[in-house]
C-alpha cells in the first residue's frame, strides 16, 4: 500500500521570506502523479500543484515549485515570497496512474506565516 | 458553478441517531469519493465509487454505508452515529481514468459533523 509522510505538523515563515514543506511517500508502482493541496480556514481544499512521475522537470505555479526527486520517493513544496494569504494547512497527496485512482494523503503540515 | 456540493455544511446528532450526507457534482466525473479529516490525520479514504454502479470499501469504511445514486450523486449514510465518528467530511470527484484525471479531484465544502 502507499503511504505518505509529511514529517512537519507545523512550519512558520516570515512574509516574504521562502518556505520548504517536506514530503515522502513509498510506492513501489513507476507510473503516478504527486499533489500538493491547500486547506485555508475555510475548509476548502485548493489543488496547489501537481507532478507526473514520468516527468523529470520539478512543476512550477507562480510561487510555488517543488524539489520532486523519485528515486528518493521526496516531493517537497517550495513558497517564494510568502504572504500572508499562503497562511494554510499543506497536504502532500499521492495517485497511482489508472486503477481506482485513489488520492493517498499525508498528515499535513500547518503553515503560519508572520507578518 | 461547475463543482461538488454537499450538504448539510453542519451537523450535530445524538448517539445512535442516523443520517445520510448528500453529495452532488455536475462535471460528468465518472469516480466520486468520501474522505473523514481528523486533526492530525489528514485526509482518510471511507468508500470510493470508480463509476456509476459500483462502490468500493477505503481505508476506513467501518460504521459507513455508500450509494452511487447515478453518475451525479453519492450520498453517505451512518446508520448509527457515534462519537468516534466526529468529523469533517468530504466529499470529491474525479475524471476516474480519463485525461483530466491527473489533474486531480475536485473537493466539496466539507461537512462539519459531531456527535455527543
Known amino acids: 500500500a502507499q503511504t505518505v509522510t509529511q514529517s512537519q505538523p507545523e512550519m512558520s515563515v516570515q512574509e516574504a521570506e521562502t518556505v520548504t514543506l517536506s514530503c515522502t511517500y513509498d510506492?513501489?508502482?513507476?507510473?503516478?502523479?504527486l499533489f500538493w493541496y491547500k486547506q485555508p480556514p475555510s475548509r476548502q481544499m485548493i489543488l496547489v500543484i501537481r507532478?507526473?512521475?514520468?516527468?523529470?522537470q520539478n512543476a512550477t505555479e507562480n510561487r510555488f515549485s517543488v524539489n520532486f526527486q523519485k528515486a528518493a520517493k521526496s516531493f517537497s513544496l517550495k513558497i517564494s515570497d510568502s504572504q500572508l494569504g499562503d497562511a494554510a494547512m499543506y497536504f502532500c497527496?499521492?495517485?497511482?496512474?489508472?486503477?481506482?485512482?485513489?488520492?493517498?494523503f499525508g498528515k499535513g503540515t500547518k503553515l503560519t506565516v508572520n507578518p | 458553478n461547475a463543482g461538488v456540493t454537499q450538504t448539510p455544511k453542519f451537523q450535530v446528532l445524538k448517539t445512535g441517531q442516523s443520517m445520510t450526507l448528500q453529495c452532488a457534482q455536475d462535471?460528468?466525473?465518472?469516480?466520486m469519493y468520501w474522505y473523514r479529516q481528523d486533526p492530525g490525520m489528514g485526509l482518510r479514504l471511507i468508500y470510493y465509487?470508480?463509476?456509476?454502479?459500483?462502490?468500493d470499501k477505503g481505508e476506513v469504511p467501518n460504521g459507513y454505508n455508500v450509494s452511487r445514486l447515478n453518475k451525479r450523486e453519492f450520498s453517505l449514510r451512518l446508520e448509527s452515529a457515534a462519537p468516534s465518528q466526529t468529523s469533517v467530511y468530504f466529499c470529491?470527484?474525479?475524471?476516474?481514468?480519463?485525461?483530466?484525471?491527473?489533474?486531480?479531484?475536485?473537493f466539496g465544502s466539507g461537512t462539519r459533523l459531531t456527535v455527543v
Open positions: 470529491a470527484s474525479s475524471d476516474g481514468a480519463g485525461f483530466l484525471a491527473d489533474y486531480g479531484y475536485t
Open positions: 465509487s470508480a463509476s456509476e454502479g459500483t462502490t
Open positions: 510506492t513501489s508502482e513507476s507510473d503516478y502523479y
Open positions: 507532478q507526473e512521475a514520468y516527468k523529470q
Open positions: 497527496a499521492f495517485r497511482t496512474q489508472g486503477g481506482s485512482e485513489k488520492l493517498v
Open positions: 462535471m460528468n466525473h465518472n469516480s
